[in-house]
């Protein structure tokens, strides 16, 4: 089976968000706590020198993912056609019943709650509807920047190359995240 | 959900998808793409088709939240508390709209047209909805009085007539990928936008070996983005770097000469100021590094490298223009393109005002007749009656063809609260009874809104149309709710002037009671006893009338089926090549018709204040200044990524991004006790605003930056606690008309600190 994975050009992001709002927008999110994409800003240094870079955070949907060995319901799988990460909302029992133990699993964040009591976990699927419609999932459209790419990993790692380290970013062997990257360096004056 | 393929598909499962486009006053223009079932938008994409595509930012792709919010106006409104107080009853369009006639007649009646001040503002951008129509209606009724100079460009335009002559200095930013170099001088457009792409073109260009730096008080996106090297500058000094780069460039004989001699008309008298020999100051490295805290050997180098490494690019921003002595940047901006030769090639750049494509105007399509040229000095035509035949104003380049319209008749905007605040016997052209303001935030959005608020209660009446009860809505006696670019059709063109055309197809019907600008004045005609003409006519007809004067618009109906009509071109546009290619034949539009270094014209209003030849210069409210023993911060008012100015506050989608707290540099932020985070207020004597701190390494020491746009609520003892910026600016103009939202001397204190000892 093909592994569907992401590739982030951290280089081209300006950390504009509109990866992040334009998925709330598709999936109706509600402002608050719960985005299947993330943007993590991380700066460092002292004025003035300074280096900033933006790392867009969708799930990573990883080859051994975390979560759904955390999960005690089951309720999060892998599916076998693409590798992507779902979950089913019929089996989560909701975030006041459960440990939320895929919260605490996932170095990345990508499990998300709402704030009801009753919220049953969400997550970036990978648009996977709009894949199997011939798409692009909708941060990788809506990317004014055209950072984002979407497919299989291999296909991925041919064209742009194999880079699993960007900043702010944390590659952990044994979950194998399904991402590949154009890391930003310092810049050199 | 599935998604829909294809039309038919989308059809079949109730969904339509609207080609529209995201509307309001920002750097943008985008395509949106409504997905309406039963009535309502539900999702929205952007630019999918052809490349290339004009991609929404997170602001359009948040407007869902914007549309439906709860706190959109839903029916006229009447006050019934004090103006300003913001209690208002719900009453019919009827009623609404007969107060409104009423008062428009009895103002009229008792102190002429010229009491009744017309506020248009920048809200929305379409050619047809906003402002034009109650333009129309005020110009039938018998004339106002309205403003002249806009926030965000006034002293680059400025600058740009008095050197160039015109306002189409740009190219299109493609061209960028043929610079060597490019300087980003106070250009954040990663956050400004400054036309879709321009940040996927600066990212290609550096991939492609352009070398980028970066200009800024703040490490700015576009700076931590695309900067090989960001240099911080003093805020307001960057006509000092400008002028000591020129120094390098000149002592060490790095001119183009040969560009000089043919195209540009006071190099020596520059040059005479440059090194000191009108003044006994030389503009060294050293000198400037004293004012701007640029480092002498980094000044040196960036010179260097500008004049030797063509084609360069150096792309002038506004921010550093909006300041209390703007057009001396923008001026000594384009001195330097001139005097490296950097103008009229490819890779290079001219700095002005930097339209590359005229899609907003249509002047320039008219042939003039020359026997038809009126002689300015005489009196100045206009359609509105009140304006019409004033004189030109003495400040002003009338003598030229476009930019500010030069009648005296007209107050600067900045001075519009003192104008209603002191009449006539102020000097200013008219004693002002009512407000007609028209997508405009003005209380939010011109300097001093403490001033403003006291203005807006002193008048006999004011009308607003508003989406939203905006704190210049709240000063209203009737508000009229108006509708957004999803619930009517429209023309965007792009917004400085890129080579497409959004046509915004109506993709809702209108919320609850709200109507078009356009349905108000309709209605609004007969009960003023006006000719219904103009108002007759459908939304289509009059778009038709707009694109029929265009020739780049060859298909109306293509483009309002297709939504966005994008115009190829041969080659990137390049500001100036004919002039620079065969100057003989192609004359700037200058009066001398060369690249006017030394301005006669300016030379002319014999201002110190405004010399012929620019020059750096200190202000009232400079670092340099006596007040800044009192207030020893400088404020900037920067734009942030989250809002359009006033517009989309209050979008929780937009407002969940990221703080909107004041940036305040850790040493700053220590001396005075505060930490991240924490609540504090900013203060002159002018206002007090109340916010949190953000501490953060991005500022320079000694410089606190405000994001504008904030809404303006001031609490009972005046405190503005929407942190709006412009409770701290000044409201005087440069003499070029610049507006000095980047000038203002201000003092930070902890909230709680600052509240014990108001006690």
Redesign the interface.
Known sequence: MPQYGIYFDQTRCTGCYTCVVACKDWYDLPAGPASFMRVKCIERGTFPDLFAAYLATPCYHCAAPPCVAACPHQAIFKRETDGIVVVDAEKCVGAAQCPKRCLKACPWGAPQFQATLDARMQKCQLCLERLEAGRQPICVEACPMFALEVGPLEELRKKHGDQPQAEGFKYLKRFEPSVTFKPKEPAQP | ?????NETEAAASGLTIVNTGCCHDCGGRCVLKAHVRDGRV?????D?GAAPQI????RG??Y??RLYSPERLRQPLRRVGARGEGRFEPISWDAALDEVAANMQRIKAAHGNRAILFLPGAGNQGMLHGPTAPGILLTLFGGYTRYWGIPSYEGAMFASMATYGTIRTGHSRDDLLNSRLIIMWGWNP??TIWD??T??WL?RAK?QGSRIVVIDPR?T??A??F????I?IRPGTDAAMLLAMAHVIISEKRCDQAFIETHTLGFDAFRDHVLGKDDGQPKTPQWAAAITTVPAQTIADLARAYATQKPAALVAGWGPARTAVGEQYSRCAAVLCAITGNIGIPGGYAGGFMRAYSSRETGHLMKKDPAQRVDKAKGIPSLNPVEDGALPRPDSLYKLSGGTNATSARIHQSKIWDAILRGRAGGYPADLKMAYIVASNCLNQYPNSPKGARALKSLAFVVVHEQFLTATARHADIVLPVNTFMERTDIAPPWLGSPYYIYLNKAVDSLADTKSDLEICRELAPRLGLAPDYFQQSDDQILRTFTRRRPDIPDHDALRRDGVLKIPLPEPIVAFKEQIAEPAKHPFATLSGKIEIACSHIAEMNNPRIPSVPKYLSHPEHYDAPLAQRYPLQLLTAHS??RTHSTLERV???????SQGAWI?PADAAARGIRDGEAIEIFNDRGRIRTTAQV???I??GVVNVFQGAWYTPDESGVDLGGCANTLTLDEPSPGGAFPMNSALVEVAPAAQAAAEKK
């Open positions: 959900m599935a998604v829909q393929n539900e999702r929205l994409e952007s999918t991609r929404a930012c997170a792709r948040a869902r939240q990663a956050n879709p792409e940040s996927l990212a991939e490490f996106d576009s931590a983005t900067a090989h090297q960001w911080p990524k989250i929780p989608w937009l407002q969940e991004l990221e540099h953060t390494e991005r320079m020491p």
